[in-house]
T-cell receptor, first 111, second 111 residues
Framework: GQQLNQSPQSMFIQEGEDVSMNCTSS?????WLWYKQDPGEGPVLLIALYKAGELTSNGRLTAQFGITRKDSFLNISASIPSDVGIYFC???????????FGPGTSLSVIP | NAGVTQTPKFRVLKTGQSMTLLCAQDMNHEYMYWYRQDPGMGLRLIHYSVGEGTTAKGEVPDGYNVSRLKKQNFLLGLESAAPSQTSVYFCASTISNQPQHFGDGTRLSIL
């Protein structure tokens, strides 16, 4: 079935470094979503992408909708300790009645 | 601005016991969802509802039942808890064609 793959699985970086992570699939999607989950909390939407090739920013975060519609990328610039958490990509299968999630990328920031 | 509220936040059960998890949203959302989150597996959809009085199976529905008697509430039931159901459970809600809003989760341990 459809599934999303995320890499890397986990990252340990120094505060101030830039971060890149990606999400890939063998299926085509028309929407890509990026969520962040802080420890002990539920996922919170960071960025939503609706068009192939689209590049969208939210503060220090920038996400791109891959041109093939089979992948998406998330970059975080100048990381800070509060960036720690798990980052999930997600995509609606057909409509929002069913959304599939990637396994997540765990980010740790070393002060 | 409560958003999506899940109760209880923590619970320990013995194998074979039953319990109900409650999800309440105050955003007048039509769609509601129950997910489970296990290490390395992201979020997997258990059941969902596209409106009051309607429910549908997700990816991993076995061992769970749900009810949506009121638009604002979505209940997840475990009739006979098993150790394999130890997990963190998340509820989410949305309106059509919009990203989901998540609660903070219920941490459930089955001994």
């Amino acid at each position: 079935g459809q599934q999303l793959n995320q890499s890397p699985q986990s990252m340990f970086i120094q505060e101030g470094e830039d971060v890149s992570m990606n999400c890939t699939s063998s299926s085509i999607f028309n929407t890509w979503l990026w969520y962040k989950q802080d420890p002990g909390e539920g996922p919170v939407l960071l960025i939503a992408l609706y068009k192939a090739g689209e590049l969208t920013s939210n503060g220090r975060l920038t996400a791109q909708f891959g041109i093939t519609r089979k992948d998406s990328f998330l970059n975080i610039s100048a990381s800070i300790p509060s960036d720690v958490g798990i980052y999930f990509c997600a995509a609606p299968k057909t409509s929002y009645d069913k959304v599939i999630f990637g396994p997540g990328t765990s980010l740790s920031v070393i002060p | 601005n409560a958003g999506v509220t899940q109760t209880p936040k923590f619970r320990v059960l013995k194998t074979g016991q039953s319990m109900t998890l409650l999800c309440a949203q105050d955003m007048n959302h039509e769609y509601m969802y129950w997910y489970r989150q296990d290490p390395g597996m992201g979020l997997r959809l258990i059941h969902y509802s596209v409106g009051e009085g309607t429910t549908a199976k997700g990816e991993v529905p076995d061992g769970y039942n749900v009810s949506r008697l009121k638009k604002q509430n979505f209940l997840l039931g475990l009739e006979s808890a098993a150790p394999s159901q130890t997990s963190v459970y998340f509820c989410a809600s949305t309106i059509s064609n919009q990203p989901q809003h998540f609660g903070d989760g219920t941490r459930l341990s089955i001994l």
